[in-house]
């Protein structure tokens, strides 16, 4: 059967992008279903060095097509920025690009209300990417929402935003900005709908021919199990659904066309914004892992925060996500590690039992112990390492214990950011 989902199984940046790109070679179709430009998707292949907001990796296998779902959440401005970068650097793929009219648009007082509303809550702030991400979507669900479908008829386009700005802007005033002009907003929006035009077409039927013929369809999640807005975080989460669930609202594929699913998993922790992280490391070798895997967000450049592998929080995303395999990232990154750490399972501070992590919300994780082993480290670089069986025996052992906590198979290892640093793992 001819869907793959790559899936992230922590709270984003495992390196979703890289093992995309990797697969993509082997796709006729590569496809974003969920989120928008909050995401940040490195890839480094013989093409050179890309950070992939919105636009799929399928641009890079010149056989494949790239799809952006009805459920992405666009920038036009950060969309045709990308899609004029990557023609500059010779890629153009405006034959190859199918964007849904579905998809809902990103305006200028999503950002702001994203703003008054994060400064707010002051402490309880989730910490955004700061892309109008959570008031886009919630203007989808409570039908206020504008998509490319509205930008294809001037006038339609005006009074839709024109009704917006006559419930957002008193809100606006009320705290300090200046209201908006509806007249400016369609202009601008306009002039950049004008690149995209030729692309938004619906990909409804060229999915689903490509599945009849048994093409296939690889499809890159953006953001991570752990910051779907169901089953993450929560608050401390995003505003789509980020599980592999939601391919069917945010792509139009049923389940059943779904043969594999690979979670991605780094091999430590992490996660930007705020929230709880059971395993963080606020010490030095927190400091270490952050140098060592630059966790600096790709969209917001902001430190991330780094911690122990944890296995009680992959084994819940590999279940949830139906996932078939995991690949392993960034094993590179503990080299020069002479312990490493990583959790097992939860127990409540206060009583002491095994915890699991979907009977609690965030609150209950900031209030758990992760109980920890301990194995010596591997003391030795693996980032040129491409056979399984030549990892240090340590590194494999790590990998292996691994494996059987989180209880499911481990069969992609990569040791670097480049396409060719990965070891199959069979
Ligand atoms: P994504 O959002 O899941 O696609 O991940 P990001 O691109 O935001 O973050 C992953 C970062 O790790 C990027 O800078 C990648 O180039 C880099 N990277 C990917 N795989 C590896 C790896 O195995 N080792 C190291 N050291 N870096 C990696
Ligand atoms: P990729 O696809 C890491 C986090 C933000 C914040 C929370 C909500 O590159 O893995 P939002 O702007 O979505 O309302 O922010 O989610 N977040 C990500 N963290 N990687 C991402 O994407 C993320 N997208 C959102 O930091 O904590
Ligand atoms: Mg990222």
């Not at 940040?40 to 890079?60: A, D, M, S, W, Y």
């Not at 959570?134 to 509205?150: E, Q, T």
């Not at 992280?277 to 917001?300: A, K, N, S």
């Not at 340590?394 to 209880?407: D, Q, T, V």
Request: charged share 25%; with cysteine.
């Amino acid at each position: 059967m001819p869907v793959t989902i790559v899936v992230g199984t922590q709270w984003g940046d495992e390196a979703k992008g890289k093992i995309s790109d990797i697969l993509a070679e082997n796709a006729d179709i590569v496809a974003r279903f969920n989120g928008g430009d909050n995401a940040g998707h490195t890839v480094v292949n013989q093409f050179g060095t890309f950070k992939q907001r919105l636009i799929p990796p399928g641009i890079f296998n010149e056989k494949a097509v790239s799809v952006v779902g009805p459920g992405v959440v666009l920038n036009l401005k950060t969309i045709t920025g990308e899609l004029q970068d990557l023609a500059s650097r010779g890629i153009d793929i405006t034959d190859r690009l199918w964007v849904s009219p579905r998809c809902q648009i990103v305006l200028p007082y999503h950002r702001l209300i994203e703003e008054l509303t994060e400064k707010a809550k002051g402490d309880l702030k989730t910490g955004t990417t700061k892309r109008g991400m959570s008031p886009v979507y919630a203007d989808k669900v409570s039908y206020n929402g504008i998509r490319l479908f509205d930008l294809m008829d001037r006038e339609k386009f005006l009074k839709k935003v024109s009704t917006q700005l006559a419930i957002k802007n008193p809100t606006l005033e009320a705290f300090g900005f200046e209201a908006l002009d509806a007249e400016k907003i369609v202009d601008d929006e306009l002039e950049k709908f004008e690149l995209l035009r030729n692309v938004v077409r619906e990909p409804f039927e060229l999915i689903h021919n490509a599945l009849i013929d048994q093409a296939h369809v690889l499809v890159e999640g953006a953001q991570s199990t752990l910051l779907d807005n169901t089953w993450g975080t929560y608050p401390y989460c995003t505003s789509s659904t980020t599980v592999t669930g939601g391919i069917t609202a945010g792509l139009g594929i049923a389940p059943k066309w779904v043969s594999r699913v690979i979670g991605v998993a780094k091999a430590y922790s992490g996660r930007v914004g705020n929230g709880p992280f059971p395993t963080e490391l606020l010490d030095d070798i927190g400091d270490h892992i952050r140098e060592e895997g630059q966790e600096y967000g790709t969209v917001t450049k902001r430190p991330r925060r780094c911690g122990w592998f944890d296995a009680e929080l992959v084994r819940f995303s590999s279940m949830l996500n139906g996932v078939s395999e995991i690949a392993l990232t960034k094993l590179d990154v503990l080299d020069k590690l002479p312990e490493i750490k990583f959790s097992t399972h939860y127990e409540s501070s206060e009583t002491h039992q095994t915890m699991r992590y979907w009977e609690g919300d965030a609150d209950a994780l900031f209030d758990c112990d992760p109980v920890y082993e301990t194995m010596d480290g591997w003391m030795e670089s693996t980032a040129k390492t491409r056979e399984y069986s030549e990892l240090p025996e340590k590194a494999r052992n790590y990998i292996e214990r691994l494996e059987g906590l989180i209880g499911y198979p481990i069969s992609m290892v990569s040791v670097g950011p480049a396409r060719e640093e990965i070891i199959s793992k069979k």
